[in-house]
């Protein structure tokens, strides 16, 4: 039986193989459909040609915004399509690993292969598939990164105390990268935690799996141009508990009211004990700023609780956390001054949560590339809450007239003369002038609030040069 028609009777009888480990990939015409930007694609392209197969990459974004992707597997013998998917290449794939981007139910290039009864799979499942440790699965509207990267500094601070059976902690998935490389250093002994976007967890039903202990931060309506309505999306969250066997217990935060009965009922169904997040009695020290914070902080307790390690290690690597690169991560001190960078933020409204987070006078830079988005809610919260508000890239005079309106109509005046609304020509001018504008105690807070693609590759790319502007400085 060919590699294809043995992947087509697995599909077609009872799904992906239960050992996939012995199903050698040697020889497998695998199609990779979207290479992405952040790690995925790339380190599933790799473990694959490392497994023995012959490996197609295909994007539709065009090969110049994928620069880096491309530099990451230019030593590996694949062909490349960029700029478009063609149904061509479908007519030798034996397998095809769909990026989890794609929205099925408008792809062409879905609709074709599924027509042609090519079988499929994802990074994410070909990972757990043959992950040989217990893992964590975390999804959630928000805070999912936050809180994976929490609780796994709280289970290596657990491990470093020996307070744990664990051996290691390795953590991976949505949160960026591939942990495909290193299956072979992964025990049975060690303990994985997983990010899992809502787009992950449309696919894990395919192989019918689930985390041992799952983890939903939160559920708000969210993602609905995907999904069309909140009852689909909540719907593809619970996904994260239909696997066999079902996980131990999910441990749940702040919940929609639509969703608070849906949740129960399938937790109750699949013999879950579900375990409610709740405030600890003695506050938590963080290091890190915000309300949203203080609930990951809460969330990663309860389910370090739920594990049954002991709270004092856990504690510490909380204080300790510094944040997550380009969410609120505190960067350095330079004169009483403290900075953070955001470049995460790519649109007002985040920019907001980020202001808010911050419970001091703060110097805000913003701008990026401009979109056809509303200004007036977080022009009136900088309005409020800024000592300065630094504008630059093509959305900065937006932001400016918008801020300008908003300190008019609530009779404001700025504590840096003129009107507090500084105009940048790039990032590096706009950390001078927040540098000036700035006195000690304050925060200087990059939080854009706009796409980067203006000027960098994207947020992260944005991100590391404002970090190497302040350590510069």
């Given at each position: 039986m060919t590699t294809r028609h043995a992947l087509e009777h697995e599909v077609a009888t009872r799904g992906p193989a239960r050992r996939p480990e012995e199903r050698s990939l040697a020889g497998c015409r695998t199609l990779v459909v979207g290479l992405g930007r952040f790690g995925g694609g790339v380190g599933v392209t790799r473990w694959l040609v490392g497994q023995g197969a012959q490996v197609t990459v295909t994007d539709q974004a065009a090969a110049e915004t994928l620069q880096e992707s491309i530099a990451a597997i230019s030593d590996l013998p694949v062909r490349r399509r960029f700029g478009t998917h063609d149904a061509r290449d479908l007519e030798h794939a034996d397998l095809v690993v769909?990026?989890?981007?794609?929205?099925?139910?408008?792809?062409?290039?879905?609709?074709?292969m599924t027509r042609r009864g090519i079988p499929w799979t994802t990074e994410l499942n070909l990972f757990c598939e043959r992950c040989p440790a217990p893992v964590a699965g975390v999804t959630g509207s928000f805070g999912k990164s936050t809180?994976?990267?929490?609780?796994?500094?709280?289970?290596?601070?657990?491990?470093?105390?020996?307070?744990?059976?664990?051996?290691?902690?390795?953590?991976?998935?949505?949160?960026?990268?591939?942990?495909?490389g290193t299956l072979d250093a992964i025990r049975a002994t060690d303990v994985v935690v997983l990010e899992i976007s809502n787009a992950q967890l449309e696919d894990l039903p395919?192989?019918?799996?689930?985390?041992?202990?799952?983890v939903i931060t939160n559920l708000v309506p969210h993602h609905l141009d995907r999904h069309g309505t909140f009852e689909a999306y909540l719907d593809t969250k619970?996904?994260?508990?239909?696997?066999?066997?079902?996980?131990?217990f999910l441990a749940v935060g702040e919940l929609h009211p639509q969703a608070e009965a849906a949740v129960a009922a399938v937790a109750r169904e699949r013999g879950t004990r579900l375990v409610r997040v709740s405030a600890p009695a003695e506050a938590v020290e963080l290091r890190v700023p915000g309300a949203h914070n203080r609930r990951n902080a809460a969330c990663v307790l309860t389910v370090c609780r739920a594990?049954?390690?002991?709270?004092?290690?856990?504690?510490?690597?909380?204080?300790?956390?510094?944040?997550?690169?380009?969410?609120?991560?505190?960067?350095?001190?330079?004169?009483?001054?403290d900075y953070y960078n955001d470049s995460k933020s790519t649109a007002p409204?985040?920019?907001?949560?980020?202001?808010?987070?911050?419970?001091?006078?703060?110097?805000?830079?913003?701008?990026?590339?401009?979109?056809?988005?509303?200004?007036?809610?977080?022009?009136?919260?900088?309005?409020?809450?800024?000592?300065?508000?630094?504008?630059?890239?093509?959305?900065?005079?937006?932001f400016a007239s918008a801020v300008r309106l908003a300190r008019d109509a609530a009779g404001r005046e700025s504590v840096t003369g003129a009107d507090g609304i500084l105009e940048a020509r790039d990032l590096a001018s706009a950390v001078e002038l927040a540098r000036s504008a700035a006195l000690p105690g304050d925060a200087v807070l990059f939080s854009p609030g706009a796409p980067s693609f203006d000027a960098y590759v994207n947020f992260t790319d944005r991100g590391r040069r404002f970090v190497e502007l302040v350590r510069g400085l």
């Open positions: 769909l990026n989890p981007a794609v929205v099925k139910s408008r792809s062409a290039m879905y609709q074709e809180t994976c990267t929490m609780l796994a500094e709280a289970l290596r601070s657990c491990v470093r105390a020996r307070a744990t059976g664990f051996s290691d902690v390795h953590l991976g998935g949505n949160i960026g990268g591939s942990l495909l395919h192989i019918g799996w689930a985390p041992r202990w799952s619970l996904n994260i508990l239909r696997g066999d066997p079902a996980p131990e594990l049954g390690l002991p709270e004092p290690p856990v504690r510490e690597a909380l204080a300790s956390f510094r944040g997550l690169e380009h969410r609120l991560e505190y960067v350095r001190t330079v004169a009483g001054v409204s985040a920019t907001v949560q980020a202001v808010e987070a911050l419970d001091r006078a703060q110097v805000v830079i913003v701008g990026g590339q401009r979109k056809e988005v509303a200004f007036a809610d977080c022009a009136a919260t900088l309005a409020r809450r800024a000592r300065a508000v630094v504008c630059m890239g093509e959305s900065g005079p937006y």
